[in-house]
Nanobody, 124 residues
Framework: QARLVESGGGLVQAGGSLRLSCAAS????????MGWFRQAPGKEREFVAT????????NYADSVKGRFTISRDNAKNTVYLQMNSLKAEDTAVYYC?????????????????WGQGTQVTVSS
């Protein structure tokens, strides 16, 4: 049974940084694209970042471009999201997702494995 577990969320002041981790177990995701999504209260889940199976290619939502960095360590079956210059509008539950293929995607439908989420709260 594949499982994704996020960690690293918390409360941080605006302008601060957090690093989220997503550890996979039960299967390897080294051949799959991975992604991060987030969901704020009362809003739909939205795309944040995605990374190719090799880690050589990445893509970001415009709202986080230049501030967030997605990376992966296939040897550890782990994906990371480094978040810098955090803003109050980044407050959300952040979800890690395992893709159905090796291709990056910003669509929720391209991911069939999801973590339970980790709360990120940015105070202004």
């Amino acid at each position: 049974q594949a499982r994704l577990v996020e960690s690293g969320g918390g409360l941080v002041q605006a302008g601060g940084s957090l690093r989220l981790s997503c550890a996979a177990s039960g299967r390897t995701f080294s051949s799959n694209a991975m992604g991060w999504f987030r969901q704020a209260p009362g809003k739909e889940r939205e795309f944040v970042a995605t990374i190719s199976w090799s880690g050589r290619s990445t893509n970001y939502a415009d709202s986080v471009k230049g501030r967030f960095t997605i990376s992966r360590d296939n040897a550890k079956n782990t994906v990371y999201l480094q978040m810098n210059s955090l803003k109050a509008e980044d407050t959300a539950v952040y979800y890690c997702a395992g893709g159905t293929t090796s291709s990056m995607s910003s669509s929720l439908n391209s991911y069939n494995y999801w973590g339970q989420g980790t709360q990120v709260t940015v105070s202004s």
